[in-house]
């Protein structure tokens, strides 16, 4: 089995992926209303997934950032991955705020950085990007070189796509929506309506929360 699915079925196994019918629909910090939520800060709890994460991380910036002089968490579900990413490289690792503190030093970029160094950054999941990007943006700001970012898993948006393009930044993760829609099937932990559904927002992400719709055009034949 390759890290994508072993990934996947791992967030299955423990209950970190949820599936809610169209009049319960999560409703994300962005705004958007979606059927499925991804909690990958229940990953901390299981020492053996949170190894496999680390260590598919350190994989990835091995074989595409081997010039990485930091490792930098988004703060706040990236942080512990990147501090076990960082350990295991025996590299420096940072952490990048929302925003500035209001009070003592007002930092928002937290531990010991320079100026020009090399950074890749850790996210927990990416959705349309945008955390990922103020991360980013703190970084620049401060004079550090960010090369890549690093998710465990992506939704596949296309926002977040066109933005990394946009921004020239490189970036990759373990696992993602696609396979684990396809994990979720062949392991009986999606019924037919759900599959319907779940394919229907993923390709527009913004259906429910802009417009109404017809689910039943979208059941799973």
Not at 35 to 59: H, W
Not at 181 to 193: D, H, I, K, N, Y
């Amino acid at each position: 089995m390759n890290i994508s699915r072993e990934i996947a079925q791992k967030l299955l196994e423990i209950n970190a992926v949820s599936i809610r019918n169209t009049d319960q629909l999560f409703t994300w910090a962005s705004g958007i209303r979606s059927p499925i939520y991804c909690d990958n800060r229940l990953t901390m709890g299981y020492s053996e997934i949170r190894e496999k994460i680390a260590q598919g991380f350190v994989e990835i910036i091995k074989e595409h950032y081997p010039q990485t002089e930091i490792i930098v968490g988004t703060a706040t579900a990236g942080i512990p991955h990147a501090a076990w990413v960082a350990q295991k490289m025996n590299l420096p690792m940072a952490y990048v705020r929302s925003s500035a503190k209001d009070h003592g030093k007002k930092n928002q970029i937290e531990g010991v950085i320079h100026e020009g160094q090399k950074a890749v950054v850790i996210e927990d999941l990416i959705s349309t990007g945008g955390s990922s990007m103020a991360t980013v943006q703190a970084l620049r700001s401060f004079g550090v070189e960010v090369i890549g970012v690093l998710g465990i898993f992506t939704y596949g948006f296309k926002d977040a796509e066109e933005l990394f393009q946009r921004e020239g930044i490189s970036w990759h993760t373990l696992t993602n929506y696609q396979t684990l829609l396809s994990v979720a099937v062949e392991t009986g932990r999606l019924q037919r309506e759900e599959k319907g559904l779940l394919q229907m927002w993923s390709e527009n992400p913004y259906i429910f929360t802009n417009q109404s719709y017809d689910e039943t055009k979208f059941l799973a034949k």
